[in-house]
């Protein structure tokens, strides 16, 4: 790797022959591996690394969440020093697409060492939660922030990047499916020869750890950038000073932060709902189903219908635009979760239509947040002359690390609130707050990213304009 000076700049040459043509199906399937690859351990931290420090390590919730806020804070911050690095990264094989290679392994081998539970008393147990929990964000970190620049330089047609997008988010809940449906039975697995509890998670995260890595490989081998950069000064204070006076991606970031709340408030509620609210059921053709069965069936049907929302992307956004699309999915996310609080436990099949509808709205605007990303990139060069791709993009996964920080903090202080206790009968008032925070609370925040991004001015004939003005300039650039 030869990283460039901080003073260095630099400029884009590109292949306009090159850009135009449309990218092949192999690549965009290429592409799509490395968010099955990291997905599947998005939705393990999503639903249930904090199930695993409550009630398999036994922290309490309220040590739980004050340790999510100290090391998602860090590694929020962390998010744009990686941007800039891999900004500054020329190789061979491009800026971006390395760091899937060299990053594959240690990805998985910290996946593994974040479930685990030594016997090092209740203090030791949570100095170790620090540790490896810390490791394991700046390692998401540091292979996350390239897989997402690599979009956009890849193709500079807005079409082809939802399409890009698309690719990429089916292949994330493909991962996300993969794990939600086979994780329950690999428990039970590990545990009918013997295993305890945590060597259970252990086991079963160490074969996630291995096809993750495997898929970030295959993504490195698949994809190419067709953005070449050439050397041009450039200043660390220039790319900051750009970003932060570009008023779309503050609102972008806003509402991303917001949608992200929201999906991960209701993942981190699943096996709290179910376990101790909605219980073991008989369910007429299934027969006696256990909450954990359940719960691993209600997240797998979720992300089913994210990946039909995800499908629906490109059909729905060519007809109201991404900005549109966008907004009527979130009100539309958050008035089903506000229906599922006045559901009972044995509603089940209610509980779940809800959860399928729920999860077609949400897919829809995850392949738009990403293409937006790329339209602001494109938006920041257009209006500065400089572009910054990996510390744009690199906000999106600080949205992501913040997101997830108040999505899974929020439920833990909610639990501790309403007088929650691990592995015992619950309270009447413990199982409201239950109720509430897969329900009205993460509706709330749905809400709020749709009303948040009625402030957003990048509408699709905008970005239309500014990407036939880039490519005027940059052949211009090139004689």
């Known amino acids: 790797m030869c990283l460039s000076s901080f ?99 240690p990805f998985g081998l910290i996946g593994v060492l974040t479930f685990s539970v030594p016997d090092f008393g ?35 047609h807005p079409k082809e990047r939802t399409s890009l997008a698309s690719f990429r988010f089916i292949g994330a809940y493909s991962g996300g499916i993969a794990m939600t449906a086979s994780a329950p039975y690999i428990l039970d697995f590990f545990k009918n020869t013997g295993a305890s509890d945590a060597k259970s998670y252990s086991y079963m995260v160490t074969i996630y750890a291995v096809v993750a890595a495997f898929f970030f490989v295959m993504t490195y081998m698949w994809t190419k950038e067709r953005v070449q950069a050439l050397k041009e000064k450039n200043s660390i204070w220039n790319d900051l000073n750009d970003l932060v006076k570009n008023a779309q991606w503050f609102i972008m970031l806003g509402a991303g932060i917001l949608m992200l709340v929201f999906l991960t408030f209701r993942e981190s509620s699943i096996m709290y709902y179910f376990k ?26 979720w992300l089913i219908a994210n990946m039909v929302g995800v499908l629906l992307a490109i059909p729905v956004s060519n007809l109201l635009g991404k900005k549109g699309t966008f907004i009527l999915a979130m ?50 060069e257009w209006k500065t002359g400089r572009r910054a791709t990996g510390l744009l993009f690199s906000s999106s996964s600080m949205s992501q690390k913040l997101g997830l920080m108040a999505g899974g903090a929020l439920p833990l202080y909610i639990l501790s609130l309403y007088g929650f206790e691990a592995n015992s009968e619950q309270t009447e008032q413990s199982l409201e707050g239950i109720r509430l925070m897969i329900s009205v609370y993460p509706g709330i925040t749905a809400a709020l990213s749709g009303v948040l991004l009625f402030l957003y001015k990048l509408n699709d004939k905008r970005m239309t304009d500014i990407t036939n003005d880039l490519a005027e300039r940059r052949g211009k650039e090139k004689l």
Do not use: C
Not at 47 to 71: K, N, Q, R
Not at 133 to 139: E, F, N, P, S
Not at 340 to 354: K, S
């Open 276 to 301: 101790y609210f909605v219980q073991d059921q008989s369910i007429a053709i299934f027969g006696d189903v256990t909450w954990g069965k359940l719960s691993g069936a209600y997240m797998t049907i």
């Open 122 to 156: 209740p203090s030791g147990k949570l100095i170790y939660a620090y540790i490896t929990y810390t490791l394991m964000m700046m390692v998401y970190t540091a292979i996350n922030v390239p897989y997402g620049s690599l979009m956009a330089v890849m193709t500079d």
């Open 331 to 380: 009100f539309l996310s958050a008035i089903l979760s506000v229906f599922l609080y006045w559901l009972n436990p044995q509603q089940v099949f209610v509980i779940f239509i809800l959860n399928f509808l729920n999860g077609i709205s949400a897919g829809i605007v995850l392949p738009l947040v990403w293409s937006m990303y790329a339209d602001i990139a494109d938006y920041s």
């Open 7 to 105: 003073a260095d700049r630099y400029e884009f040459n590109i292949n306009l022959n090159l850009m135009s043509e449309k990218l092949h199906i192999k690549e965009k399937i290429g592409y799509g591996f490395g968010d099955f690859a990291s997905s599947m351990f998005w939705k393990i931290f999503a639903m249930y690394l904090t199930f695993f420090y409550t009630d398999v390590v036994e922290l309490s919730p309220e040590s739980v969440a004050l340790m999510f806020i100290m090391v998602r804070l860090w590694d929020g911050l962390n998010d744009p020093l990686m941007g800039i690095i891999a900004d500054r990264t020329n190789t061979a094989k491009g800026k971006f697409r390395p760091y899937l290679l060299w990053i594959a392994i």
